[in-house]
């Protein structure tokens, strides 16, 4: 049987948990995720966990936050003045995800940090930076392989 291996595109179902195991993401319900290993579509560790599962194989991996997404950095925190937003037609509220529109390329989402009557914080890290993660995994089907 084969084994999953850097290049190969698979399908896997997985459960993503936090250091305190609540699950912020699932897939088992729902069509499994298809990606190519070694492809950077998804995070660094869960990639190199399928290496060497075979179709059918599960396992549960822990990845630090560097194999997750990545530390929190707060050159990612930026202050904004509340009147820049006025154009966007929104009233912040933290904890809020908002899509920031860029000069020279898409929208980013950003987090809502704070609000006060002139500013507002907003942070552009994933949701999940600076998280220990924990990852169910099972290796549903290696869909072609590497040449």
């Given at each position: 049987m084969p084994q999953a291996k850097h290049g190969d595109t698979v399908k896997v179902h997985y459960r993503g948990k936090l250091h305190d195991g609540s699950v912020f993401d699932a897939t088992f319900d729902r069509e499994?995720?298809?990606f190519t290993i070694g492809g950077g579509q998804i995070?660094?560790?869960l990639e190199e966990?399928?290496?060497g599962m075979n179709p059918g194989d599960s396992k549960t991996t822990e990845l630090p936050?560097?194999?997750g997404f990545g530390p929190h950095r707060e050159d990612l925190?930026?202050?904004?003045a509340k009147s820049k937003l006025a154009d966007l037609d929104l009233e912040p509220k933290v904890g809020e995800l908002v899509s920031i529109p860029q000069s020279d390329g898409p929208p980013v989402d950003a987090t809502v940090?704070?609000?006060?009557?002139?500013?507002?914080?907003?942070?552009f890290n994933h949701p999940l930076a600076g998280e220990d993660l924990s990852f169910d995994i099972?290796?549903?089907?290696?869909?072609?392989?590497?040449?």
């Open positions: 499994p995720l298809q995070i660094q560790g966990a399928v290496v936050v560097e194999k925190v930026v202050v904004v940090a704070e609000v006060t009557e002139s500013e507002v914080t907003v942070d099972k290796l549903v089907d290696i869909v072609y392989g590497a040449h």
